[in-house]
């Protein structure tokens, strides 16, 4: 079966300090993709950044970059330089078929000043 | 102008009521999904129009009755809901490209989402 677990439900980080969000997948599709949205308080989910199963070299956006192991089917997702619009859930997703995003739990960023 | 619109933000309705979600997407996108997010549950994908095909999540209470009359307008009917229907409802909106297992690796892009409150 197809699952998503996001280990973390919540986590204090320090303004200006590193973050990593964990995400963990289980597939037997050997094609897929890996989403990380963001969701202010405001209700819309953001996308932050996407990784193929194939893609040869882990994928960044900005302050954003996904630490992609394949083999221990992991997609963290990495904030360089936290600020405190970074305040916010954040949501891993994998592509299944028929249109479906499999989503895991959330985990519930909130940054220090 | 932003990408999704939702409407309206905030909804309280008697479990007798019937009411309409509304969703207009300015992208240009193929597809509209529905998602249902209730407190401490991962998203629920409640249905799909794309390349006029209408995929629905057969968990889904017929007491929700989605319409899309076109590609940039999207519904969801409402009537008799139960108090535990009571959640954010997103909207979002793809590109997708044909294929035999509606698969896309476009992002999604989300409205703001309607609250809704069932008493």
């Known amino acids: 079966a197809q699952k998503i677990t996001q280990t973390q439900p919540g986590m204090f980080v320090q303004e200006k300090e590193a973050v990593t969000l964990d995400c963990t997948y289980d597939t037997s599709d050997p094609s897929y993709g890996l989403f990380w949205y963001k969701q202010p308080s405001s209700g819309e989910m953001i996308f932050l950044i996407y990784q193929g199963s194939y893609d040869q070299q882990n994928a960044t956006e900005g302050r954003y970059s996904l630490n992609f192991q394949k083999a221990r089917k992991s997609a963290n997702l990495v904030i360089s330089a936290s600020q405190l619009g970074d305040s916010a859930m954040y949501f891993c997703a994998m592509r299944a078929l028929n249109y479906q995003l499999i989503w895991g739990a959330g985990t519930k960023l909130i940054i220090k000043p | 102008e932003t990408g999704v619109t939702q409407t309206p933000r905030h909804l309280v309705m008697g479990m007798t009521n019937k009411k309409s979600l509304k969703c207009e997407q300015h992208l240009g996108h193929n597809a509209m999904y529905w998602y249902k997010q209730s407190a401490k549950k991962p998203l629920e994908l409640m249905f799909v129009?794309?390349?006029?095909?209408?995929?629905e999540n057969n968990s889904v209470p017929s007491r929700f009755s989605p319409e899309c009359p076109n590609s940039s307008h999207l519904f969801l009917h409402l009537h008799t809901l139960q108090p535990e229907d009571s959640a954010l409802y997103l909207c979002?909106?793809?590109?997708?490209?044909?294929?035999?297992?509606?698969?896309?690796?476009?992002?999604?892009?989300f409205g703001s989402g309607t609250q809704l409150s069932v008493l």
């Open positions: 129009y794309s390349l006029e095909e209408r995929v």
């Open positions: 979002a909106s793809s590109q997708v490209y044909g294929g035999d297992r509606g698969w896309s690796n476009e992002k999604l892009f």
